[in-house]
């Protein structure tokens, strides 16, 4: 497998569960990232860990929890999620240095529908 | 605060023929600006960048062009094909950390 790997693909789901995104990067990258990408809105940065370490939370809800284990693997955990949650969650890698960074690989995406 | 508008929202032209995609940043110390393709079902793909200290870069039937003064830069495509029918967002990075200000997405149709 190469690039960015997000599962699952699709994911349905009622407000009192609780569920887990997966992001796995075999690029070597030193940050990633996750996104909510929602319908004519412009993406919608949630989380950053740079060498594993959680360097910016924009205001996320409690609801939504991150964890980074390692380099290569970002998951995401969810728990009593609201509709207006669904949304099209993407996991993206980057190599950052001094200067910043120049150029994200995104994943495919969890399409995530709260019901 | 840092934003970055983005027009059209949806564009469609004649294969064929060109197509601009503008967008427009407010923080004057942005200096990265790259261009993404989303076509259906996939995440977000860089396609081309530039950077402030130029004014214009080419790939193939792809081109950018970044004017600081007036804080726009567009995303020129030629000769388009059905290919090019996507989703594109533009992206500026900000003065206040290393991440990307995006673009709300021009979808774009390429008609047959």
């Known amino acids: 497998e190469t690039g960015v790997t997000q599962t699952p693909r699709h994911l349905v789901m009622g407000m009192t569960n609780k569920k887990s995104l997966k992001c796995e990067q075999h690029?070597?990258?030193?940050?990633m990232y996750w996104y909510k990408q929602s319908a004519k809105k412009p993406l919608e940065l949630m989380f950053v860990y740079n060498f594993k370490e959680q360097t910016e939370n924009n205001s996320v809800p409690s609801r939504f929890s991150p964890e980074c284990p390692n380099s290569s693997h970002l998951f995401l955990h969810l728990h009593t999620l609201q509709p207006e949650d669904s949304a099209l969650y993407l996991c993206?890698?980057?190599?950052?240095?001094?200067?910043?960074?120049?150029?994200?690989?995104f994943g495919s995406g969890t399409r995530l529908t709260v019901v | 605060g840092e934003n970055v508008e983005q027009h059209p929202s949806t564009l469609s032209v004649q294969e064929g023929d060109s197509a601009v995609i503008k967008c427009t940043y407010s923080?004057?110390?942005?200096?990265?600006f790259p261009w993404y393709k989303q076509e259906l079902g996939k995440g977000p793909q860089l396609i081309i960048d530039?950077?402030?200290n130029v004014g214009e870069k080419k790939d193939q039937r792809i081109a950018v062009t970044l004017n600081k003064t007036a804080k726009h830069f567009s995303l020129h495509i030629t000769e388009t094909q059905p290919e090019d029918s996507a989703v594109y967002f533009c992206?500026?990075?900000?003065?206040?950390?290393?991440?990307?200000?995006w673009g709300a997405g021009t979808k774009l149709i390429i008609k047959p």
């Open positions: 690029l070597g990258h030193n940050a």
């Open positions: 530039i950077r402030s």
């Open positions: 993206a890698s980057s190599q950052e240095s001094r200067t910043g960074n120049y150029g994200y690989t």
């Open positions: 923080d004057s110390a942005s200096n990265y």
């Open positions: 992206a500026a990075r900000g003065r206040s950390n290393y991440q990307l200000i």
